[in-house]
């Protein structure tokens, strides 16, 4: 039973893998053209309606999770623009928002501005609330579609050694990845290669540390050690919107001759949306899984929806 989705604290192995299971029926229906030929199989949320109410910017978490509600057989409502468009531009509180929508549904989409926000919504909510990302804080549904995306790659066999890439600071895709992972009992290695001030804050390191997890940190994205062992390259744009400190993401972005020191079997994510760290020419190398992962956020969504809605 999941009532709020707010971080991956909220999740546990069982109700993973039961998501998991779920994405693959409806990976597997898509791709071979049964989403189309038989509706009955998974139309499973007829007459609920779900509430997107985004106070921030998205192309990835909006469209699939209304995709995803739509091929369930549901309905949307909401906005893509909360702050400007709703009451919150009049002072209307945060609290009082998420209890208002919670009338007019059965389950709300959130994205929200600042870490926190998505925990004070969840508990003004009258139905169950996921957090679609909160500022720095979390994007728990991001995590989920990165370990599905992992798991389709390696199966059985985790990868042992991860690496983040980018702005580990201030990236909570990072955030929620790296503590889904080390909740699970397996043992590997989070790399985190940053420029210096983007290093990971240290309630994640704390976290990481608690579970057992080696951890590395590194400000030379061209320390010989690291992309050599590296099976995951999770990338992330520098997020200069989320405080004063900019950071140059371009020091850090991949070219061929850093993706040449990858092993053959390992893949490159990123959660988009990309900058400059990853350039379009790298998409042809077929370590590049990241339109994949975005692609896979349609059938894990469907997944979680039909688990909180408990159809
Ligand atoms: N990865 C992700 O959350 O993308 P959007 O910001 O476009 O939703």
Redesign the pocket.
């Known amino acids: 039973m999941l009532d709020h989705l707010v971080s991956v604290d909220d999740l546990d192995e069982e109700i993973i893998e039961d998501i998991c299971n779920r994405a693959s029926e409806f990976h597997d229906l898509r791709l071979n053209g049964g989403l189309r030929r038989h509706p009955e199989s998974y139309e499973t949320l007829r007459g609920r309606v779900m509430i997107a109410d985004f106070f921030?910017?998205?192309?990835?978490?909006?469209?699939?999770f209304e995709a995803a509600m739509s091929y369930l057989g549901g309905k949307v409502i909401g906005t893509e623009n909360a702050a400007e468009f709703s009451s919150f531009k009049k002072g209307e509180s945060l609290a009082d928002n998420f209890r208002v929508i919670s009338g007019y549904g059965d389950i709300v989409v959130g994205?929200f501005q600042n870490e926190g926000d998505a925990r004070i919504a969840a508990d003004a909510c009258l139905i169950p609330l996921i957090n679609?990302?909160d500022g720095t804080g979390e994007?728990p549904?991001?995590a989920l579609?990165d370990y599905y995306t992992i798991v389709n790659h390696f199966g059985e066999e985790m990868p042992d050694i991860i690496t983040f890439l980018g702005d580990n600071k201030r990236s909570r895709?990072v955030r929620s990845l790296a503590k889904l992972l080390a909740s699970f009992s397996s043992p590997f290695t989070v790399q985190f290669v940053n420029p210096k001030g983007l290093e990971p804050p240290q309630d994640l390191l704390d976290e990481l540390e608690a579970n057992e997890v080696d951890t590395i940190i590194c400000n030379d994205i061209r320390d010989p050690d690291i992309l050599t062992f590296t099976d995951v390259l999770y990338v992330t744009r520098a997020q200069n919107e989320r405080s004063d400190e900019q950071y140059n993401g371009h020091a850090y972005s991949l070219d061929q001759s850093l993706v040449d020191e990858l092993p053959d079997d390992s893949i490159i994510m990123h959660?988009?949306?990309r900058n400059s760290e990853i350039p379009a020419y790298l998409d042809q190398d077929h370590r590049a899984k990241y339109f994949e992962q975005?692609h896979n956020?349609l059938y894990v969504r469907m997944g979680l929806l039909e688990l909180m809605l408990e159809t």
Do not use: D
Request: positive net charge.
């Open positions: 921030e910017p998205s192309t990835r978490t909006r469209f699939s994205r679609g990302g994007h549904t991001q579609i895709t959660p988009l949306p975005a956020g």
